[in-house]
């Protein structure tokens, strides 16, 4: 059946076969630039078959082309997309491209987000042919040596959230990453559903008598050779305080198994010094830098 492969093809679901046939693109597109392409094994093995998500491109057999769409929930979408290095300038990831085009516009998506990482010449230079606008810039940072602050005010409780929770964590989402907040709460429910994906609250009270205030959120999710954090927001009210500190202190030391050789890594906005020199002064290092650019639908 392999040999009988050729053009595009829409997944809902992802077979075994072709996870391993992207794995080797992955690994074949690394190697070509040192990349650091980031994909998250654990979602497309889970793909639901609800949606389009996974747009592949084959010649005579051999998969040389591989787009992937976050979720299709939302006005924003975020895209990352990969050209075998021999099969490059021929118009494959156009081709790809579009096919997400008709999607999204089905879907009523508003704008299409593609990662490309900073140090992928051959990438730069496809946004730049396929005039598709520069929006922002983000770090992947790692952790090294984890090096703990010994501050603790135990006024603050971190702990899982569930449902219950889904409006305040989009409000302060909303407010720290300046986004929509009607779509934030539908990536917030979206991500919910996923099982490697878990969710904290941080409340701010000083007795049992007080009324708990949100004061951050924060999620983490399992890969096979990683755990992140994302979505890390604390509000404005609470920030200096050292409590965005304790919450990335506590979330390290409930995920981090030391004999374990996942690493932890989280992602900051590359004009956000403020959170950068938090995340170095736990023992964070900068691993690579995505680019983000912006096609409107």
């Given at each position: 059946m392999q040999e009988q492969l050729q053009g595009l093809f829409r997944r809902q679901t992802l077979t075994a076969t072709e996870i391993d046939h992207i794995?080797?693109?992955?690994?074949?597109?690394?190697q070509y630039e040192n990349l650091h392409m980031r994909i998250d094994w654990s979602?497309?093995?889970?793909?639901?078959?609800?949606?389009?998500?996974?747009?592949?491109?084959?010649?005579?057999?051999?998969?040389?082309?591989?787009?992937?769409?976050?979720?299709?929930?939302?006005?924003?979408?975020?895209?990352?997309?990969?050209?075998?290095?021999?099969?490059?300038?021929?118009?494959?990831?156009?081709?790809?491209?579009?096919?997400?085009?008709?999607?999204?516009?089905?879907?009523?998506?508003?704008?299409l987000i593609l990662i490309c990482e900073h140090a992928s010449l051959s990438g730069q230079q496809a946004m730049q042919a396929l005039r598709i606008a520069y929006d922002s810039s983000e770090h992947e940072m790692e952790l090294g040596v984890f090096k703990e602050s010994g501050r603790f005010d135990d006024r603050l409780s971190l702990h899982k959230a569930d449902m219950r929770d889904v409006e305040a964590m989009a409000e302060m989402q909303a407010r720290g990453f300046g986004s929509d907040l009607n779509s934030t709460r539908q990536q917030l429910l979206y991500r919910m559903q996923h099982p490697d994906s878990t969710f904290y609250i941080a409340t701010f009270g000083e007795d049992e008598t007080s009324c708990e205030e949100p004061v951050g959120c924060l999620r983490t999710v399992y890969d096979e050779d990683s755990i992140g954090i994302y979505g890390f927001a604390v509000l404005p009210a609470y920030q200096g305080r050292g409590y965005g500190r304790q919450m990335l202190e506590e979330v390290i030391r409930l995920v981090r198994v030391p004999e374990e050789k996942r690493r932890i890594m989280l992602e900051v906005d590359i004009n956000n010094t403020r959170a950068k020199h938090l995340y170095e002064t736990a023992g964070f290092w900068l691993v690579t830098t995505y680019d983000y650019f912006v096609l409107d639908l």
């Open positions: 794995r080797q693109l992955v690994r074949c597109c690394d979602v497309l093995k889970t793909r639901i078959g609800q949606d389009i998500r996974d747009f592949l491109y084959y010649e005579a057999g051999e998969l040389v082309g591989y787009l992937c769409v976050e979720s299709w929930d939302g006005r924003e979408v975020e895209l990352l997309g990969m050209v075998h290095p021999d099969y490059r300038r021929r118009g494959i990831f156009k081709a790809l491209l579009q096919a997400v085009v008709e999607d999204g516009r089905l879907h009523k998506v508003q704008r």
